[in-house]
């Protein structure tokens, strides 16, 4: 590793041990210098290559382009580190939605030098505590109206000494803004190593105490410089919009830095509804769509009512893409969605393929810099057409925050999201479930997303969750938990007929032998359904 320029090591002492690291392939578009600063990368150099005037940074009612952002960006670390008195390496939460005020704040935390720890913006102080202990984070940036929830922690555990909040124009002592007044509008950056830890960003902790997983400098540009740079390719010109929150890898790429990375021009919007998506879209012009399938879904239905000729690309992440969700989105929109899947220990999406290289049912393949396979218990690559575990490798990785579960995620060198695939003939993956989601039911392996983009093709369906559950006779059996169109449908003859339907569509022996009307399925803040809240229903 190279020198640091953390004076607090914090982050460096709890990388895992070297042996527990996965192999790190080289690739020529991530061959990076000794020193360099993320924020140096996406914003600085725009400015010196006569950039400043772009629109950088759009939200309902606000404009910044790159010079205005730098400004702000270049204030909030003076902040930090003078009137705070941080120094480069101490953890900073933060908590915000959408908006260029939290971009401002991530973006001045890695320019100073500091780790950034973002958080969702619904997490309750329960959900807090365990991030704060486990990164021993003593300062936050938080957005006013969040404030509570960071009111609570402290009243619990006192671990944030230092917390300003932004958006608040009050004059309060504790207001960012307040700050800014006649601080400079000139930071000279940190010098930080390429691989000075840049971002701990943890996992959901749907499983149980959340991962936090360490990315340096070098692994926020990479991620800017391969499934773009190969899959997505975004020029200049291009508007970005979607709904993942910032604090998620997903978000922070799409929402921030992939833009960024080009020159191109983002739109911010607090958890838009679909039809407010579509407004924004047709308003904007936007050119980029980054969303949820379940949104994607949701928009097809309304697309008629908008103008949407502006839109050209559109990418879904975060949970399996239906393939009838797919064709949906294609039907109303004419196109074709770029899906990827990606995951927090590795930082973005890693397997993905181009519109115009999409095999119906396929996920794609590996994004160039990376390689992957599908092996067994034993990591043995097994033959095309077998089900097994995704293994990956590539320019990131997973490198966990002082967590045993390291040993879990990386084996042999390999990481291993915890996804069922199967890879055909000609290379292409085609996912089957997280791993923990296969149902075996009567000596069968079913995947649960495969019933699920059967149901969807239904027309009464407009959600749907797949789920094993117990049976004496077979081990477990198939139920699915299913929203309609219209409620008012919900019978046993409707039951059965989307039985019927499953059956004509897939495998026969695959179809649910349990159907559960909702009016609602449990997702997280991105989009994902949250399956293990369905089994304990």
């Not at 190279?2 to 578009?29: G, I, K, V």
């Not at 047709?282 to 769509?289: A, G, K, N, P």
């Not at 084996?411 to 996804?419: I, S, T, V």
């Not at 649910?512 to 994902?528: M, N, Q, V, W, Y």
Request: hydrophobic share 40%.
């Amino acid at each position: 590793m190279y020198p640091s320029a953390h004076a607090d090591t914090f982050a460096r002492d709890h990388l895992p041990p070297p042996d527990q690291w996965p192999e790190f392939l080289d690739s020529p578009d991530t061959r990076y210098p000794e020193r360099m600063n993320a924020t140096v990368e996406l914003l600085d150099r725009w400015i010196a290559n006569g950039h400043g005037d772009a629109i950088a940074l759009r939200a309902p009612g606000m404009r910044w382009s790159y010079a205005q952002l730098l400004a702000r960006v270049d204030a909030i670390a003076h902040v930090l580190r003078t009137d705070l008195g941080l120094v480069p390496g101490n953890r900073v939460l933060l908590r915000g939605s959408n908006h260029p005020m939290m971009a401002a704040c991530l973006l001045a935390v890695l320019k100073a030098g500091l780790v950034a720890v973002p958080t969702m913006p619904l997490l309750r102080a329960r959900d807090l505590a365990p991030v704060v202990d486990k990164a021993q984070v003593t300062a936050a940036l938080c957005d006013r109206a969040l404030q509570d929830e960071l009111g609570r922690l402290n009243e619990q555990t006192g671990a944030l000494k230092q917390i300003l909040y932004f958006n608040d124009d009050s004059g309060a002592d504790d207001a960012l803004e307040t700050r800014l007044a006649g601080v400079p509008a000139t930071f000279a950056a940190c010098d930080t190593a390429q691989d000075d830890v840049a971002l701990i960003a943890f996992t959901s902790g749907t499983t149980g105490t959340p991962k936090g997983t360490m990315h340096f400098h070098r692994d926020i540009i990479a991620m800017c410089d391969l499934f773009p740079r190969h899959v997505l390719k975004p020029q200049a010109d291009d508007i970005f919009c979607g709904t993942p929150p910032l604090a998620f890898t997903f978000g922070l790429g799409g929402m921030l830095c992939f833009p960024l990375r080009v020159g191109a021009s983002v739109l911010l919007l607090d958890r838009g509804t679909p039809e407010s998506l579509w407004q924004a879209i047709q308003e904007e012009r936007v050119t980029i769509l980054f969303t949820a399938p379940t949104m994607f879904r949701q928009m097809a239905a309304l697309s008629a009512n908008y103008d949407h000729s502006s839109l050209k690309k559109s990418v879904s992440a975060g949970e399996a893409l239906p393939d009838a969700t797919r064709q949906l989105w294609k039907q109303a929109t004419g196109i074709e969605i770029i899906d990827g899947i990606g995951s927090t220990e590795m930082i973005h999406i890693f397997v993905s393929s181009r519109m115009d290289d999409v095999r119906r049912g396929a996920l794609g393949k590996p994004v160039p810099g990376y390689v992957a396979r599908v092996v067994d218990e034993d990591m043995n690559e097994v033959p095309p057409g077998t089900v097994g575990k995704l293994a990956v490798k590539g320019p990131t990785g997973c490198r966990y925050l002082a967590d045993e579960r390291q040993r879990n995620y990386v084996r042999d060198g390999w990481n291993l999201p915890g996804d069922a695939f199967l890879m055909d003939d000609d290379g292409y993956f085609y996912y089957q479930a997280r791993s923990d989601d296969m149902i075996i039911s009567g000596g069968y392996n079913i995947a649960g997303p495969e019933i699920e983009s059967a149901l969807l093709q239904h027309e009464a369906v407009a959600e749907c969750g797949v789920i094993g559950v117990p049976d004496e006779l077979r081990g477990q059996i198939v139920k699915a938990f299913v929203v309609l169109r219209n409620p008012g449908q919900a019978s046993d003859r409707l039951a059965a007929e989307l039985q019927d339907y499953v059956k004509q569509t897939i495998a026969p022996y695959k179809y649910p032998r349990a159907i559960e009307f909702r009016e609602s399925l449990p997702r997280t803040e991105t989009g994902k359904l949250q399956r293990f809240r369905l089994r304990e229903s």
